[in-house]
C-alpha cells in the first residue's frame, strides 16, 4: 500500500503519537522516554508554548487548586517551598521537567490534530495535522495514539449571553483570555462567578483595585488551606528525600480521599465541618447562610482552595464583598440585578466558565467509520471502546490531575511492553453488555460539565468500565492489575494471504 502523503510529502512515522504539551503531555513524554527507551515519539502541541493550562491563563493571583506535592509528578516531586503554588512556578516546573528529560525536543508547535485514522489491516494510526502557522496539512502515522489535551477549549471561554453589554462603557474580560495591559488599579471591579477562578482573582485584585465584588448566582464550597504545608516542611527536615516526597504525597492523598469518601458517606457532617471553617475565618454575624452554603453536597463540584485565607481575609477588611443574586443587564455603569440593586463598575471579569471539547476537538475513524464519542464507553478510565491502540489522559475530578495521568502514562507503557512481548499489533477496548447501564464519564455537576456532558464519552457500572476517582484503587488496577481481562481484546496482524492461483 502506498505511504500517505501530506502538503509537505511523505508522512512522518512514530511509534507513539501524544497530543498536547502540557502537564499530563509533557508527563506521558517522561514516562515514554524512561520506561521504554528506543521507542520513538512525538508530541503535537496547538499553541507555541509548553504549559498547557499553566501557560494559556495569566489572570492575577492564578495558583494550583491542588496541593503541589500530588500534583508533581511521581518522577519528580515539587520541592518547592508553598504547597499551593502561582501559575509561573508550575509552568517553569513543567518547562524544566521537560528540558531534563529531554523531551523538549520532540514537539512539534503549532501543530492542531484535526483527524485520526485507524486502519487495521495496517495496524497503523494516520494522523491528520494542520500547522497553524503555515496552514498547510501534516500527515503523521503512529502505532499508538496517546491524547493528553485535556477536555477544555483552549481557544474560547465559556460565558453566558448577558443582555445590555453593549450598553456598557466599562471593560468586560475572561480570565482565559486576560489582557496583559489590563490596569485595574483604583478602579471597581465585578468578578461573576463563585468557582476556583474567582475565588482567585478576588484576593488578588483587591489588593489594588478600589473594591472588588464577587457577584455570585449560588455559592461554592471554600476552605481555606495554609499555602505552607507545615508537616511536610517538618518531614523533610526529618527524613531524607526519598522518604519524605513518597510520605508527605500519602498524606495529602489520604486527606483528600478521606474527604472525598465523607461527602459521599455523610454530607451533612462535611458540610458542617466545612461551615465551621468558613465561621472561624469570617466576622461575627457575617451572612454565611446567603453566600457560603451552597445547595449541593460537597464534590458535587470541585472545592474552592483559599491558601492562608486570602478570600476571607479581603472581604474582613472591606476591600472585597459578595452578593449573591442574578443578573438582570448590563447597563451603562455596571450591572442591575433581578433583586433591584446596582452595582457600579469599571471593570467586569466573567469568571463564568469553561467550554468542553472532548479529546481536543478531533474525529476519529476506525476502518473508514467516524467514531461517535458519546456512544463510547471509556475502559479503565483511560481507553475507548471500539477504538484500537488509543489512550487518553484525564485527571481526577476530587484529586490531584497528575496523579491519575501518572497511572495512565505507566499503564501505556506496560501495555506497549506487553504487546511487544506477545505479538501484538491492537488493542481494543470492548463496551460492557448493553444491558449494564450508563453514566457520564465525569461526575461533577458543574455548569461546563453539564453543557456538555451528552457529547462525552459514558462509564459502566463496574471495573472495568467504572472510573472510580480512588486513587490507591487505581494504583492496584493500573500499575499491578492485568492488561488482559474481559475489556479488552488484543489481536495481531492479519497474516499475508498468498495471491490467487489461476484456474487452468
Avoid at 427 to 450: K, N, Q
Amino acid at each position: 500500500m502506498t505511504p500517505p502523503t501530506g502538503d509537505d510529502g511523505p508522512a512522518d512515522h512514530v511509534d507513539v503519537l501524544i497530543v498536547g504539551a502540557g502537564l499530563s503531555g509533557i508527563g506521558a513524554a517522561c514516562h515514554l522516554r524512561r520506561e521504554t527507551p528506543g521507542r520513538t515519539f512525538a508530541i503535537l502541541e496547538a499553541r507555541d508554548a509548553i504549559g498547557g493550562t499553566w501557560d494559556l491563563f495569566r489572570y492575577p493571583g492564578i495558583r494550583s487548586d491542588s496541593d503541589m506535592q500530588t500534583l508533581g509528578y511521581m518522577f519528580r516531586p515539587w520541592t518547592g517551598a508553598k504547597a499551593i503554588a502561582d501559575g509561573d512556578a508550575i509552568r517553569e516546573y513543567v518547562r524544566d521537567t521537560a528540558r531534563e528529560h529531554g523531551v523538549d525536543a520532540a514537539i512539534r508547535f503549532r501543530h492542531r490534530v484535526v483527524r485520526a485514522e485507524w486502519s487495521s489491516e495496517q495496524a497503523l494510526w494516520t494522523v491528520h495535522v494542520l500547522r497553524t502557522d503555515t496552514a498547510e496539512t501534516v500527515l503523521m502515522t503512529c502505532a499508538f495514539l496517546f491524547v493528553c489535551s485535556g477536555y477544555y477549549r483552549y481557544d474560547q471561554g465559556y460565558t453566558p449571553d448577558f443582555p445590555g453589554t453593549g450598553d456598557f462603557t466599562g471593560t468586560i474580560v475572561h480570565p482565559q483570555h486576560w489582557p496583559a495591559d489590563l490596569d485595574y488599579a483604583g478602579k471597581r471591579v465585578v468578578v461573576i462567578g463563585s468557582g476556583a477562578t474567582a475565588v482567585t482573582l478576588v484576593p488578588s485584585m483587591a489588593t489594588t483595585a478600589a473594591h472588588v465584588t464577587m457577584l455570585q448566582r449560588s455559592p461554592s464550597y471554600v476552605l481555606s488551606m495554609p499555602s505552607r504545608d507545615a508537616l511536610g516542611d517538618r518531614l523533610r527536615r526529618l527524613l531524607p528525600a526519598k522518604a519524605a516526597h513518597p510520605a508527605i504525597k500519602w498524606k495529602n492523598v489520604l486527606l483528600t480521599t478521606l474527604s472525598f469518601q465523607l461527602s459521599r458517606r455523610a454530607p451533612r457532617l462535611l458540610k458542617a465541618v466545612l461551615r465551621k471553617g468558613v465561621r472561624k475565618q469570617l466576622p461575627p454575624g457575617y451572612d454565611i447562610d446567603t453566600h457560603f452554603a451552597p445547595r449541593y453536597d460537597p464534590w458535587d463540584q470541585r472545592l474552592c482552595l483559599v491558601p492562608d485565607g486570602d478570600l476571607f481575609k479581603a472581604l474582613s477588611d472591606g476591600r472585597a464583598s459578595i452578593v449573591t443574586d442574578r443578573i438582570e443587564t448590563f447597563t451603562e455603569d455596571g450591572l442591575r440585578l433581578e433583586s433591584g440593586a446596582e452595582l457600579d463598575a469599571d471593570v467586569v471579569v466573567t469568571a463564568t466558565g469553561l467550554n468542553l471539547l472532548a479529546i481536543g476537538g478531533m474525529t476519529l475513524a476506525v476502518d473508514g467509520t467516524d467514531v461517535d464519542l458519546a456512544g463510547t464507553v471509556a475502559y479503565k478510565g483511560m481507553m475507548l471502546s471500539g477504538v484500537p491502540n488509543f489512550a487518553l489522559a484525564l485527571g481526577y475530578t476530587n484529586a490531584s490531575w497528575t496523579l491519575k495521568c501518572d497511572l495512565v502514562s505507566q499503564y501505556v507503557c506496560r501495555l506497549l511492553h506487553h504487546m511487544d512481548a506477545h505479538g501484538y499489533r491492537a488493542c481494543t477496548p470492548l463496551a460492557p453488555e448493553s444491558s449494564l447501564p450508563l453514566e457520564p464519564l465525569i461526575d461533577l455537576r458543574s455548569g461546563y460539565v453539564r453543557r456538555s456532558v451528552a457529547a462525552l464519552p459514558k462509564q459502566g457500572p463496574t471495573a472495568p468500565w467504572r472510573l472510580y476517582q480512588n486513587y490507591p484503587r487505581d494504583i492496584l488496577m493500573l500499575r499491578r492489575g492485568p492488561l488482559e481481562d474481559a475489556g479488552v481484546r488484543f489481536s495481531r496482524r492479519p497474516a499475508a494471504q498468498p495471491p490467487a492461483q489461476k484456474l487452468p
